[in-house]
């Protein structure tokens, strides 16, 4: 962890609001933190009264999330400062999970995350792609691309890796917002969680009666040879669905955005197509896609990080947006470099809770960037760049609207 001789004792906490930002502005106590004070005390917008650290450095943050010593089962017992006033996650979610039990749960589910599974899907992606363009062009410029294919899209191929049919796809497309949200509040976040697990179920239970060789008809195998109890598959599913469409929408749509009010990156990626896959890496670690930290670990005993020492018991968040800048493992770090190559960012996490769905959702940036840039040449921003509203209050980082005229 380090080499430094650590250090014990009271430190000055520092509250963090996480207020609304502007389009994509970095976190200016993330930048300040990085270079000053690495392992920091935090007290986030719930639970004032609690205490918990916070890990920016590179190192530092890969240390901690793949260290044994910090776990996230404790998590379920234990009040700690927070983002939001509810869990998101259910607590039989991977989530909250530590391995040995972590890595059973994400067996259950693994096959449907390969190679061979997302290039099955890719050109379902891609013809859904072409599909709502051909509508948005119908419908004439300017458009909502949040409406017509970063919303749609990302739901799309998340109901196809489940399963679920075509007719119930937009029943499910709002419930995702309302759970990742800290601005609805705790009983919106809950009924909406209670409607997709009821939905689940009901899936679930027509996967056993009628299998298929889907990501629901996988679930449903290992919850009728016992590999998995009920609220596993349906927390797996949920998990699935909530991250999978969420998350996607919402940082694709930020490196349309990014790229529309950057013209010489576009234009580069229309001259070198060839080039997008590294290209969507680096917008994947230059992007701030969230709000704030997500979950944290709980410290299980006395370990020294970056020269402090946290004792058993305190909380840690790692924050892997600030580990994405670190100057010590990306040079030059706040700028966009397509040929930036070496270190890989950590966007998707890192150690046993590393993203299952990466490989997925590189594809699905991959086919609505290279798609939008080789069909319409003079796309752009429909108004100016500080005209596009992003949401406000979520967890999540993206525009609720992304006007473009081509």
Request: hydrophobic share 45%; with cysteine.
């Amino acid at each position: 962890m380090s080499t430094e001789s650590p250090t014990a004792g009271p430190r000055p906490v520092r509250v963090w609001p996480v207020a609304d930002l502007p389009a994509l502005d970095f976190d200016p106590l993330l930048t300040e933190l990085l270079a000053e004070e690495p392992v920091a005390r935090i007290r986030l917008p719930f639970g004032a009264e609690h205490e918990a650290w916070l890990v920016t450095r590179y190192a530092d943050v890969r240390a901690v999330t793949s260290d044994p010593r910090f776990g996230r089962t404790a998590l379920l017992e234990r009040p700690v400062t927070g983002m939001t006033g509810h869990m998101v996650a259910s607590k039989a979610a991977l989530n909250y999970a530590d391995p040995p039990y972590h890595t059973g749960l994400r067996k259950a589910v693994t096959k449907a995350f390969t190679g061979q599974s997302t290039k099955r899907l890719r050109p379902l992606a891609q013809a859904t792609a072409d599909r709502l363009l051909d509508a948005m062009e119908a419908a004439g410029s300017p458009a909502d691309l949040m409406r017509h294919l970063h919303g749609p899209l990302p739901m799309a191929v998340v109901c196809d890796l489940l399963g679920f049919p075509e007719e119930d796809r937009a029943e499910l497309a709002c419930w995702p917002d309302l759970i990742l949200s800290s601005g609805p509040g705790p009983e919106e976040s809950r009924a909406a969680k209670a409607r997709i697990h009821a939905y689940v179920v009901r899936h679930l239970e027509r996967r056993r009666a009628e299998p298929a060789d889907d990501l629901g008809g996988a679930l449903a195998e290992s919850l009728a040879e016992g590999r998995i109890d009920a609220d596993e598959a349906v927390s797996l599913a949920m998990a699935i669905l909530i991250s999978g469409a969420h998350a996607v929408r919402n940082n694709s749509a930020n490196m349309v955005w990014l790229l529309l009010t950057r013209p010489e990156l576009a234009d580069r990626l229309r001259a070198e197509p060839e080039l997008l896959p590294q290209a969507v890496d680096e917008l994947l670690r230059w992007i701030p896609h969230r709000n704030g930290v997500g979950l944290p670990r709980i410290a299980l005993a006395d370990v020294a990080v970056g020269g402090v020492l946290i004792r058993a018991g305190e909380a840690v968040y790692a924050s892997y947006l600030a580990a994405n800048r670190d100057p010590a493992a990306f040079p030059d770090p706040d700028t966009v470099d397509f040929d930036r190559t070496g270190t890989g960012h950590v966007s998707f996490g890192h150690g046993p809770h590393h993203c299952m769905g990466a490989m997925l959702t590189r594809m699905e940036s991959e086919v609505m960037l290279g798609t939008l840039l080789a069909r319409y040449p003079r796309l752009r921003l429909a108004g100016r760049p500080e005209d596009t509203p992003f949401q406000s209050q979520g967890l999540i980082r993206g525009p609720r609207e992304l006007l473009v005229r081509w």
